[in-house]
T-cell receptor, first 108, second 116 residues
Framework: QKEVEQNSGPLSVPEGAIASLNCTYS??????FFWYRQYSGKSPELIMS????GDQEDGRFTAQLNKASQYVSLLIRDSQPSDSATYLC????????FGPGTSLSVIP | GAVVSQHPSRVICKSGTSVKIECRSL??????MFWYRQFPKQSLMLMAT?????????EQGVEKDKFLINHASLTLSTLTVTSAHPEDSSFYIC????????????FGSGTRLTVV
């Protein structure tokens, strides 16, 4: 059974700090990885995608992928209260498997 | 681009009635639509995958006779919750892949179903 795991939350960081969110996946053949942000009562929105080993940066967000360790992470620099949400790691197979999500709370 | 419009956003229905949820792709053709259910403080659970013109594929434990999925056109997929009960109260979300797949998946805005 293909699985996607995320570090359990909730994760609390002070405003301005770096938030680090982690995800591991079970299928070594996975090629693409997505991070979604979901605010309470809303549907998920895509914030980052990554396909090759290393880092990919987009503004305050950096996705990191290590296929050998089957590990993908999301770093949020200069965290803002508006970043408070649940972050979902998603790995597509023949369908999309979502991790359980990590709840992030940025404290002003 | 790649917008999925989902309606209704909220619905309250009586136990035993049926509710239809629609997802329309507005500016692309959605050959595949995923249907998810999400209970409070839980992750998205895939219920079924629909493909235009063919029968939906249901995940283990999902009753196909209760959750009827129709994907009759490239722009419309529907989920009908039949004989709804309070335990069906949940947040239902549809999602379609965007090709090429490096663009990920686009989600509808979700439907909050409350069965009373």
């Amino acid at each position: 059974q293909k699985e996607v795991e995320q570090n359990s939350g909730p994760l609390s960081v002070p405003e301005g700090a770096i938030a680090s969110l982690n995800c591991t996946y079970s299928d070594r053949g996975s090629q693409s990885f997505f991070w979604y942000r979901q605010y309470s009562g809303k549907s998920p929105e895509l914030i980052m995608s990554i396909y090759s080993n290393g880092d990919q940066e987009d503004g305050r967000f950096t996705a990191q992928l290590n296929k050998a360790s089957q590990y993908v992470s999301l770093l949020i620099r200069d965290s803002q209260p508006s970043d408070s949400a649940t972050y979902l790691c998603a790995v597509p197979y023949d369908k999309v498997i979502f991790g359980p999500g990590t709840s992030l709370s940025v404290i002003p | 681009g790649a917008v999925v419009s989902q309606h209704p956003s909220r619905v309250i229905c009586k136990s035993g009635t049926s509710v239809k949820i629609e997802c329309r792709s507005l500016d692309f053709q959605a050959t595949t639509m995923f249907w998810y259910r999400q209970f409070p403080k839980q992750s998205l659970m895939l219920m079924a995958t629909s493909n235009e013109g063919s029968k939906a594929t249901y995940e283990q434990g999902v009753e196909k006779d209760k959750f009827l999925i129709n994907h009759a056109s490239l722009t419309l997929s529907t989920l009908t919750v039949t004989s709804a009960h309070p335990e069906d109260s949940s947040f239902y979300i549809c999602s379609a892949p965007i090709y090429p797949l490096n663009y990920g998946y686009t989600f509808g805005s979700g439907t909050r179903l409350t069965v009373v």
